[in-house]
């Protein structure tokens, strides 16, 4: 993955796999301690994955018996220092969270984090709700959004620009911090 | 959270513009997201998709995210389900190539045969 941001991307997909039908995407910028988080209400993990969950060999895939996703979100966290931690006790839903240290020389930068927000906002048929900073604000709630619209499809250029802003509005000051603690950044 | 009442006008204008085309969707776009998608550049691929639609003043085609279909080696993967039509799958669709292949299939109705995989 090029950028952070694509591993949130990435791991949010997992939950639309799992047929979650409420997500909670958090995510959180103290000093240069970036954390994702992702909160899901589906069946938790499954057999396979719950012996690893991080090892590429634990995995539900058919395809083929491979999966990345969490292997390398966890190898892109521990390479700043972080770490990534996945909870899921059947039932309870799944919990992922990775801690990144963006002043890390190997931290790469944190992206366009609207842009992989709105792509799983608008992709996923789960609700996706976006919690920003320690105490969580939510800054999206899909399922009003949802509801406001009635009907009316979230791929359509209005809508996805008014969530483009809404989101904008609302990480801008996140970003502007990541660029500033970036390693070499702006500070 | 950004006040809604923005989105309600936006709902209530989309509908008035459907009303007029019949309320039906003329074509569905399906842009492969799982890990190979993404790391592939997928989300480009679907911004471009989404962006052209745009420009082009497009408001009656869907564009859907899916996992994985097990051709990783292909991605960024794209679908082209035209209403009436079998589905067409491309592979290796960046941003320029995503652009052509809405103006050229999606709009124009011609597969873009040297694009198409499988």
């Known amino acids: 993955m090029r950028d952070l941001s694509l591993h949130l991307l990435d791991i949010l997909e997992n939950s639309a796999k799992a047929g979650a039908t409420r997500v909670v995407a958090g995510v959180?910028?103290?000093?240069?301690?970036?954390?994702?988080?992702?909160?899901?209400?589906?069946?938790?993990?499954?057999?396979?994955?719950?012996?690893?969950?991080?090892?590429?060999?634990?995995?539900?895939?058919?395809?083929?018996?491979?999966?990345?996703?969490?292997?390398?979100?966890?190898?892109?966290?521990?390479?700043?220092?972080?770490?990534?931690?996945?909870?899921?006790?059947?039932?309870?839903?799944?919990?992922?969270?990775?801690?990144?240290?963006?002043?890390?020389?190997?931290?790469?930068?944190?992206?366009?984090?609207?842009?992989?927000?709105?792509?799983a906002a608008v992709g996923w048929p789960y609700d996706l709700v976006v919690e920003l900073g320690r105490p969580p604000g939510v800054v999206l709630d899909m399922a009003e959004v949802r509801r406001a619209l009635d009907g009316v499809s979230l791929a359509h250029p209005s809508v996805r620009r008014w969530l483009e802003q809404a989101l904008g509005e609302a990480l801008a000051p996140l970003q502007e911090q990541a660029a500033g603690v970036a390693f070499g950044g702006t500070r | 959270m950004k006040s809604l009442d923005e989105l309600r006008k936006i709902r209530d204008q989309v509908r008035k513009d459907l009303e007029l085309r019949g309320g039906q969707h003329r074509a569905k776009v399906v842009v492969c997201m799982g890990t190979c998608g993404i790391a592939a550049g997928a989300r480009e691929t679907m911004k471009a998709i989404l962006d052209t639609l745009e420009a082009e003043k497009v408001t009656d085609v869907a564009v859907v995210a899916a996992g994985c279909q097990g051709f990783c080696e292909q991605e960024p993967l794209v679908e082209i389900h035209l209403r009436d039509a079998a589905p067409v799958r491309y592979g290796h669709v960046d941003a320029e190539k995503a652009a052509r292949i809405v103006r050229e299939h999606i709009l124009g109705g011609h597969t873009v045969d040297e694009l198409v995989f499988g």
Request: aromatic letters at 4%; proline letters at 8%; hydrophobic letters at 40%.
């Open chain 1, 28 to 119: 959180s910028l103290e000093n240069d301690i970036l954390t994702f988080s992702v909160q899901d209400n589906g069946p938790g993990l499954p057999a396979p994955v719950a012996a690893d969950p991080t090892h590429p060999y634990c995995t539900t895939r058919t395809e083929r018996p491979v999966g990345l996703g969490l292997a390398l979100l966890r190898a892109a966290a521990e390479a700043t220092g972080g770490s990534v931690t996945v909870a899921g006790a059947a039932g309870r839903g799944v919990r992922v969270e990775a801690v990144f240290h963006l002043g890390h020389v190997d931290a790469r930068p944190l992206g366009d984090l609207v842009g992989a927000l709105v792509t």
